[in-house]
Structure formats: C-alpha cells, structure tokens
C-alpha cells in the first residue's frame, strides 16, 4: 500500500478488485484479433479464386518475410493491448477502511489515480446490478453519496461482492456516527 497511508488507529475492512468475469471479457476480443492471423490462408485462396493474381497469392503466404513479420508486428500490438487491459483490471483496487474508502485507479500503464474519501461524508452507497451475468456471479456498480453542497458520488464499477461491500460501508457510517453521537451526548452532560 505504498499508495497511500494508513491513519492512526486506521485499518483495513476490506480490499477489493473487479470482478475476474469484468477481465475475462475485456480480454476476449484481444483472443479474437489474435486467431485472426491464423485466417490468412484461407483469404489468400478466396482472394485467388476471385482476382487470378499470383503475386497476391505470394504476398498474402505466410512463407513471405514481409507477411511474417506484418502478423509479428499485428501479434506484437495485440498483445502489448491484452496486457493492458489485465493491467488496467488487476492494478484497480477498492479498500475500505474503518475510516476512509480508497479508490486506486489504472487508468494506463504509466497513470494511476489515488482518491479517498472519510466516511464521515459518506449519506448513502448505492449498489446497481443490470443483466443476467451480474445478478449470477454478484457484481455490480457501487456508488457513494457524499454529503455537502455539491454531492458527488464515488463510483467503481464490476466490483465483486457488491452488496456485502455496502452493508459493510453502512455498517461503518452507523457506527461512526453512533460514536459521534455518544461523545457530543456525554460532553453535554
């Protein structure tokens, strides 16, 4: 957690991630766009079939350097963005905190965003679950409400466990502001 520190007397509740299904869908294009290389021959005898070229038949071989590496290359960016993808999805984090939400945020290979916010500015966390796969496998989006004059809302989507996230969260605002109200109720007295 080099990311940020922890307060006095704070501790971590819970630290999460998306849920594995969010990554596994973000990387199944990237499985897609790599098979398609592999087409190559197939095309190269339709296009003959159509145009009688033989220096296309040739160009379009994979026992041609230049074809090689054009699919090297085209493999290469393929990858360089299914790694990115993973990365985006395993460098995301969701910590909750007796004190604070933490919500650490890859937004690229060399961005990465820390934004937190106390629980005691926390009116209500919303939890949404649209379409099938969501409501089987638990995962959803889970909003915060702030309180105050302009109410924003903390939000990170494809969490997994997302009710219990929630009931979590309240938990913590009750109790906090049960603390909150036994200390200002005994220093009335």
Known sequence: MAEFELEREEHVMAAVRKHPLIAVGKLIPFVILAYLPTLLPEFSALIQTVIPAESLSNFLSTDNPWTRFVIGMYWLFVWMGAFGAFTDYYLDQFIITNHRIIRI???GFFDRQ????????????????EGVFAELFGYGTLSVE???EDPTRFRISGVAHVRHLRDLIMKEVTERQENITRISSSGLN
């Open 105 to 107: 945020d890859q937004a």
């Open 146 to 148: 702030t309180a105050g």
């Open 114 to 129: 820390v934004s937190s916010l106390h629980l005691n500015r926390v009116q209500d966390v919303l939890t949404d679950i």
